[in-house]
């Protein structure tokens, strides 16, 4: 199994930044998309960014220009650099990757998400 363990929330004025990690861990063969979710009170998850094994990246529309995604593949880890945040910004955020790992003997591929973090945005 993979475990995706996240740090880095907080609560932050508005107009302030925030980095999130998140970093993989298990007998990893390959870690391919890795991502950020977030899900506000009362609504549904949301992706926030992607990134793929070979570092191309996608972002929804309310973050692009302030949000930042990035990856150390050799570490199996991700981050998001968060600035210029908005109240609305404020959610649990999910750390999310596709990884091939050893489980029970085989080489398997499968989805994981961490355990979540908040982040809280003050205006």
């Known amino acids: 199994q993979v475990q995706l363990v996240e740090s880095g929330g907080g609560l932050v004025q508005a107009g302030g930044s925030l980095r999130l990690s998140c970093a993989a861990s298990?007998?990893?063969?390959?870690?391919?998309?890795m991502g950020w979710y977030r899900q506000a009170p009362g609504k549904q998850r949301e992706l926030v960014a992607k990134?793929?094994?070979?570092?191309?990246?996608n972002y929804a529309d309310s973050v692009k220009g302030r949000f930042t995604i990035s990856r150390v593949n050799a570490m199996n880890t991700v981050y998001l650099q968060m600035n210029s945040l908005k109240p609305e910004d404020t959610g649990v955020y999910y750390c999310?990757?596709?990884?091939?790992?050893?489980?029970?003997?085989?080489?398997?591929?499968?989805?994981?998400w961490g355990q979540g973090t908040q982040v809280t945005v003050s205006s």
């Open positions: 990134i793929t094994n070979g570092g191309s990246t």
């Open positions: 298990g007998v990893i063969f390959r870690v391919n998309d």
């Open positions: 999310n990757a596709e990884a091939e790992a050893l489980i029970v003997g085989r080489r398997t591929e499968k989805n994981y």
